[in-house]
């Protein structure tokens, strides 16, 4: 998977991924409740409409191909109940029916499966950072919000990282807006790249960006984000551009309250660097 794919697939539908097992729970259980009311009946009442029930929660959920696959089984589990009753005269016309029900389960199921898609991308597009290509302030907001409930919830540890560019303004006065433009760009590149596949950085606005680390150490946030330093510093040397990264790191062991408190130790950390030794990393862990 991209990283775009990737991004898109954490922003677009985050509250599906957050409750799937929820999600599953209630369509396997509503699918097992049909099947046993179906089967009950037998074939006086044909319940073939009630399937789509747990077929459209499944598809939803886990996407076209399984939802084709249920359509298989829901449609083959009700022509198996009929074709001893309703079909008894002859029993070839239950193919025809057979066919007809699951072709129709299908078209949902792709349609479904598209109109799914078509409201993540347009969802993650309203959250993305046009410059830089990175998740925007809201984007990364709803994210870490996400995150920070199942960190509550489990017990996990979770990491942000506040990234300020130093000198950002003398780049912007010497080489002219469209360097200033290149340089973020250069910075976000750096970050996908570098960072791991399940942190996520994201553009705060102007030259400050921030990084989400789940489930990470204190120690080993802190080795990703000086791996992530140097590399950054690398490019800035390449460029001949006079920036360096002031950055500040709140590891919580404990949950705080709310994301905003979140932020807001990282962004006191970072802005102490920037006071007193710019350039440098602090860090300080929350429990």
């Not at 599906?16 to 046993?36: C, E, F, H, K």
């Not at 080795?223 to 920036?243: A, D, F, S, Y």
Request: aromatic share 10%; glycine share 8%.
């Amino acid at each position: 998977m991209t990283d775009d794919a990737r991004r898109e697939t954490e922003i677009g539908s985050y509250f599906v991924n957050q409750y799937r097992a929820q999600w599953l729970s209630l369509g396997m259980g509503s699918l097992l409740l049909v099947t046993a009311i179906d089967y009950a009946t037998g074939f006086t009442l044909r319940l073939t409409v009630l399937y789509l029930v747990p077929l459209l929660i499944f598809t939803w959920v886990t996407g076209r191909s399984f939802g084709i696959l249920l359509s298989v089984v829901a449609c083959t589990s009700w022509a198996f109940i009929d074709v001893s009753g309703r079909y008894l005269d002859d029993p070839t016309l239950v193919y025809m029916d057979w066919g007809t029900v699951l072709l129709g389960f299908i078209i949902l199921v792709c349609g479904l499966s598209a109109l799914r898609k078509a409201l993540e991308s347009a969802h993650f597009r309203s959250r993305k950072d046009a410059l830089t290509g990175l998740v925007n302030k809201g984007g990364f907001y709803q994210v870490v919000g996400s995150e920070l409930e199942l960190c509550r919830r489990y017990g996990r540890t979770l990491s942000i990282a506040y990234i300020d560019c130093d000198n950002f303004k003398q780049v912007n006065d010497k080489f002219g807006h469209h360097i200033g433009d290149n340089l973020l760009r250069v910075v976000s590149e750096t970050m996908v790249r570098k960072l791991r596949a399940s942190d996520m950085p994201g553009r705060l606005g102007g030259d400050e960006f921030a990084v989400m680390l789940p489930e990470t150490s204190a120690e080993a946030c802190r080795m990703v984000i000086e791996m992530l330093l140097q590399r950054l510093l690398q490019e800035m040397k390449e460029h001949n551009w006079p920036v360096t990264f002031s950055i500040g790191i709140a590891t919580f062991t404990k949950m705080p309250a709310s994301i905003e408190d979140m932020i807001h130790q990282a962004d006191k950390l970072m802005y102490a660097v920037k006071n007193t030794n710019k350039g440098t990393i602090k860090q300080e862990v929350f429990g």
